[in-house]
């Protein structure tokens, strides 16, 4: 989950609290953080530790940011994406979304995105559950950072579905054209998930990495860009703002900005900012560092500021 592992790892270990029932399932989402919890999260590869830290979450199962100072909040700031948004690898702190707060001690960070997570999510929770009940304030900004392999989430490749997102939302099109809901992988296109997780299960296929798709075609950036628009529009409608972003990470491609073009959604390229391999945990786990995620913070409030 989050990442994909470079094939030249050996002996990849996780220990701590995390790898013990912190992933609890969800109806909506698929699954969640386990609310209102401390774990630890260490993980190893061969004799190195690539991380030791600690995730905090509240009741909502929320990664906590606490804020540098409570009175000077006025603003909300809600973040969306995966393992890189969530923070896996830094301490609640060192987050981006904690980052933010501290180079704008005004916003307050609300962090709904966690491991294996994908825009689908956001758009399960932004349409489904009361998202407003949960922001303490009236104003602020909403957004998603995105990677690559967000595109197979969305449209449930076979690594995703083989690996941990088969209860995941699935979107897809009605007769007319429009996106919609239909349950979630397993239990919406069951043939077809079915098919992919006996195919995916094989050895073979997962020594040489194969996936399928193995190229992502317009369709699926199209899916994707479909889910950011409705997503958009399921925001604007509770928090009556358009303040809605899609953020490039660094090291990703830009395809998707393509697909993005005439839906309104304000998209803040970042991809260039460094490399896939600058800024990382580790050789064998490329997730942002402590330092990656400030870098990335500092970049990205300068430009929604000037926004």
Request: charged share 25%.
């Amino acid at each position: 989950m989050g990442l994909v592992i470079l094939k030249s790892a050996r002996n990849i270990s996780y220990f701590g609290d995390y790898a013990k029932g912190y992933f609890i399932s969800d109806t909506n989402r698929g699954y969640i953080a386990k609310p209102s919890s401390v774990v630890s999260s260490v993980k190893t590869a061969d004799l190195d530790t690539i991380y030791n830290v600690l995730y905090t979450t509240d009741e909502l199962s929320r990664r906590v940011s606490t804020p540098v100072n409570e009175d000077s909040l006025k603003y909300y700031a809600i973040f969306f994406g995966g393992s890189i948004t969530f923070g896996e690898g830094v301490n609640d702190d060192e987050t981006f979304a904690s980052r933010f707060n501290q180079f704008h001690p005004d916003y307050q960070p609300y962090n709904y995105a966690f491991c294996g997570y994908g825009p689908n999510q956001m758009l399960a929770k932004l349409q489904e559950d009361d998202i407003k009940e949960e922001i303490k304030y009236d104003s602020g900004i909403c957004l998603y950072v995105y990677i690559d392999e967000h595109v197979k989430r969305a449209s449930g490749a076979l690594s995703v579905v083989r690996d941990w997102a088969k209860n995941t939302p699935h979107y897809t099109y009605d007769k007319s054209g429009k996106l919609v809901r239909k349950g979630s992988f397993q239990n919406g296109r069951k043939m077809k998930t079915s098919l992919l997780r006996i195919i995916g299960s094989s050895n073979i296929m997962k020594y040489f990495n194969v996936d399928f798709p193995g190229k992502l075609k317009p369709k699926h950036y199209q899916l994707t860009a479909d889910i950011f628009k409705y997503s958009f529009a399921a925001y604007k409608e509770k928090f009556s703002n358009d303040e809605f972003y899609v953020v490039i990470f660094p090291g990703s491609e830009n395809e998707i900005i393509n697909y993005l073009k005439d839906t309104g959604i304000k998209v803040i390229d970042l991809s260039d900012l460094y490399t896939k391999f600058e800024n990382r945990l580790h050789k064998f786990d490329l997730h942002p560092s402590a330092k990656g995620h400030e870098i990335f913070a500092e970049e990205l409030q300068k430009i929604i500021m000037i926004n």
